[in-house]
């Protein structure tokens, strides 16, 4: 083993040479001086005043924090730190309102990356759903062709009535009344189908976008 920078104790045990002591105590001494310097730091404070210009203080004016200030070290002026403005609640509201588009928009893109691998896939894809909904939109429109014309059959019983000088039975316009309301019914489903085909022609154009820029916008989702 290397004696030189070791000496023997009276009980024959070693401990550090002169030269080591030295080099630690320089060391604790710079590292002493380090943590007085950082703890003797200072920081001011810098914001604009009410004329638009800036101010430097070891304190701020509690009436000024809202609007943003910056922290800067007392003795370089380096800036450290900036503090931004407190949002008011509109503000507050939007900003979520932007996340909340961004994480959609982001949802959307990977779910396009994950089922499609070119734009032609989406082409595909848009003219097998538009076509299962053509027909739903084709049915609809049956069953609302033969309800108009039952109650075209309804009525004309409910005339012959009439010109014969007889009221018009209670189940006659019970029928009358119960085909009015299938025929409306049947002519807001055919409405909201044919909505879906336009919703749905718009969801694939906006995954072409998307697929292609490779990029998402949360502007294309706005205009929703």
Known sequence: MNQTNRIATPAGQNCPSRFVVRHLAAFLIVSGLLVAQIASAQVV???????????????IPADVVHKGYEILDGNTMNRLKVVPPQMTDGEYTEQLAREKAQAECQRTLNRIYSRYEKLEDIDDAEVSALRKLDVRVSNAQQDLTRAKREL??????AAS????????????????TSANSQIATLERELGQRKQGREDMQHDFELERLMFNANDCNVEHLARR
Do not use: C, F, I, M
């Open 45 to 59: 404070y810098r914001w604009t005043n009410a004329d638009g210009k800036p101010e430097v203080s070891h304190s």
């Open 152 to 157: 075209a059959k309804l009525e004309s019983s």
């Open 161 to 176: 009535q009439e010109r014969q000088g007889k009221t018009v039975s209670k189940a006659l316009l019970a029928e009358l």
